[in-house]
């Protein structure tokens, strides 16, 4: 009797049972600026519905094929100019933001539109998010029109690759899932104390060596080791392909060469750029190094001009981020070079900057020439403000938004990167059992995130938020080895933090967001990510 209800059983889930009706819904995450749905009517996608689309357009066409297959089987056929298509990607003329996009579904179908390709891009990511995920030969699409665009310009990720190196592989999930929640710059910290993982053709030396330390502390700097060599590091070849890769989803990359502190795996190749001379092991413990390169040696700014020089070629990005944080002065307040430079330039204290943080600021300056002659601006976290800063200068605020709040107010454009709200290397639920190790410390829950207010209302001015310019989310890696905890320290925080990027504050609800996120959480399993199952 059992065996013949199994057989029955079988037989109608694979040869009886018509597929399922799915239904797309429109209510995903980030959620759109304006969606209005007429739920009593539907159109229906079938494989034979095809995707047409504006020339030019054809790797957005591709993409939401790609995308329809991957979460319902159907394949959509793709023409440009199919008349009979039903889902179509449109370029049109007018004045509207590049990344603003509408989509319109009704008796004729899906109609995407915007001005630019990366405005159907954010469209085509979109439809794919409302789709229902799970096999089916027909999806119901009720009738809907879709007005959005994304509240900031700038909608950051970092990954930080010079504690633990990622393979190129993991990058371009990262891109990938970046894309899914609508990021546009990946801000990629190359090069720290612990690794240089850029190559510098000029430099052959640098990244073969700079980048291999020669073990790595256990836990959180308790003096055990494990002494295995770790190292590795991205030749111009792959950076170009990551460049290419993140530009076909409209992303972005900012290369970061943090300096002049932050730089051990530089002093270990070329121990003349340091106030003492060396020897510079690579460092293989976490923390703030005392060794950072020498500001008063003529030869620190020649090394700077070759390394970022290359940094140039290599990253068409509009912007480039030079570090600027934890440079501790303890070396410079001894080095003969660098207080002779101090002297040379006619640093006086004047009360507000100490003479080093001043030398600092002359060496910023020295690079934003450098970089602004090549048509980029520079980016520094917080502590470039220390000792005066020229007008270009971004400010990435992350020790709280107080530097960002001192920046808008002096004129500088800010993104927004506060610990305590983007750090996301910290732990996301309170019960610090229930997850992987990782630095420790206060807690970045998904809902502390989704609480940050980038603009600050209560200290700054209209005029002054008009200067921030977006927040970023920072996945720092000192304790995390491997892809699969970098997703899991990610997602989905990172989904929290989308809505903080794209969505106004009269959107945001995060019992909404919550009850939005299994969706999403289905596109991550058909993407094979990883990530935390509870949100606090
Ligand atoms: C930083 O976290 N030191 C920018
Ligand atoms: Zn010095």
């Given at each position: 009797m059992k065996r013949l209800f199994l057989i029955f059983s079988l037989s109608q889930l694979l040869f009886l049972s018509p597929m399922q009706a799915q239904r797309a819904d429109y209510r995903i995450v980030p959620l759109p600026m304006n969606v209005e749905t007429d739920s009593a009517h539907t159109f229906t996608l079938r494989p034979e519905v095809g995707i047409a689309y504006s020339e030019g357009c054809e790797r957005e066409a591709r993409f939401l094929q790609e995308w329809v297959k991957q979460a319902t089987g159907i394949q959509l056929r793709l023409a440009p100019n199919d008349s009979r298509a039903a889902i179509r990607l449109m370029l049109k003329t007018g004045d509207t933001p590049a990344?603003?996009?509408?989509?319109?579904?009704?008796?004729?179908?899906?109609?995407?539109?915007?001005?630019?390709?990366?405005?159907?891009?954010?469209?085509?990511?979109?439809?794919?998010?409302?789709?229902?995920?799970?096999?089916?030969?027909?999806?119901?699409?009720?009738?809907?029109?879709?007005?959005?665009?994304?509240?900031?310009?700038?909608?950051?990720?970092?990954?930080?690759?010079?504690?633990?190196?990622?393979?190129?592989?993991?990058?371009?999930?990262?891109?990938?899932?970046?894309?899914?929640?609508?990021?546009n710059q990946f801000h990629w910290h190359l090069t720290d104390d612990q690794g240089w993982r850029f190559e510098v053709k000029a430099l052959p030396r640098l990244a073969p060596y700079g980048s291999v330390r020669e073990q790595t502390v256990i836990g959180p700097n308790a003096g055990i080791y494990d002494g295995q060599r770790y190292g590795g590091y991205y030749t111009q070849e792959e950076c170009r392909d990551l460049v290419r890769y993140a530009a076909e989803r409209h992303i972005n990359i900012i290369p970061e060469i943090d300096l002049p502190g932050h730089m051990q795996g530089a002093l270990h190749v070329f121990p003349n750029l340091g106030c003492t001379g060396g020897p510079y092991p690579v460092r293989t413990m976490w923390g703030v190094s005392r060794e950072v390169l020498c500001g008063g040696n003529p030869e620190t700014l020649d090394f700077l001009r070759t390394v970022l020089g290359e940094v140039c070629d290599v990253f068409p990005s509009p912007y480039i981020h030079i570090g600027g944080d934890e440079c501790p002065k303890d070396r410079w307040r001894k080095c003969p070079k660098c207080q002779a430079k101090i002297q040379e330039l006619g640093i006086q204290d004047d009360g507000r900057h100490s003479p080093e943080d001043q030398l600092q600021s002359y060496i910023n300056r020295e690079v934003e020439d450098f970089l602004s002659e090549r048509g980029r601006s520079l980016i520094g976290w917080d502590e470039i403000l220390a000792g005066g800063l020229?007008?270009?200068?971004?400010?990435?605020?992350?020790?709280?938004?107080?530097?960002?709040?001192?920046?808008?107010?002096?004129?500088?454009?800010?993104?927004?990167?506060?610990?305590?709200?983007?750090?996301?290397?910290?732990?996301?639920?309170?019960?610090?059992?229930?997850?992987?190790?990782?630095?420790?410390?206060?807690?970045?829950?998904?809902?502390?995130?989704?609480?940050?207010?980038?603009?600050?209302?209560?200290?700054?001015?209209?005029?002054?938020?008009?200067?921030?310019?977006?927040?970023?989310?920072?996945?720092?890696?000192?304790?995390?080895?491997?892809?699969?905890?970098?997703?899991?320290?990610?997602?989905?925080?990172?989904?929290?933090?989308?809505?903080?990027?794209?969505?106004?504050?009269?959107?945001?609800?995060?019992?909404?967001?919550?009850?939005?996120?299994?969706?999403?959480?289905?596109?991550?399993?058909?993407?094979?990510?990883?990530?935390?199952?509870?949100?606090?």
């Open positions: 990344e603003a996009y509408s989509i319109s579904v009704g008796k004729k179908g899906v109609e995407l539109e915007a001005t630019e390709r990366v405005g159907l891009f954010r469209a085509a990511q979109t439809l794919r998010k409302s789709l229902p995920c799970g096999p089916t030969d027909h999806i119901d699409l009720p009738y809907t029109h879709i007005d959005d665009q994304p509240r900031f310009a700038y909608r950051g990720v970092l990954l930080d690759c010079a504690r633990h190196y990622f393979p190129v592989s993991m990058i371009k999930r990262m891109l990938d899932v970046m894309a899914l929640h609508g990021c020229s007008g270009n200068s971004i400010v990435m605020s992350w020790r709280g938004t107080k530097g960002g709040i001192e920046a808008a107010r002096q004129g500088h454009r800010v993104i927004m990167s506060p610990n305590v709200f983007a750090y996301i290397d910290h732990p996301q639920l309170k019960d610090v059992a229930k997850q992987p190790r990782t630095i420790g410390g206060y807690i970045v829950s998904a809902s502390k995130i989704y609480s940050f207010e980038p603009l600050i209302p209560d200290s700054l001015s209209q005029e002054e938020q008009r200067h921030i310019l977006g927040p970023q989310a920072n996945l720092w890696t000192e304790y995390i080895a491997y892809p699969e905890h970098a997703f899991y320290q990610l997602l989905p925080r990172l989904a929290a933090m989308s809505e903080v990027q794209w969505c106004r504050p009269e959107q945001k609800d995060f019992d909404d967001f919550k009850a939005r996120l299994p969706r999403l959480e289905k596109v991550y399993d058909l993407m094979g990510l990883p990530y935390c199952h509870a949100v606090e």
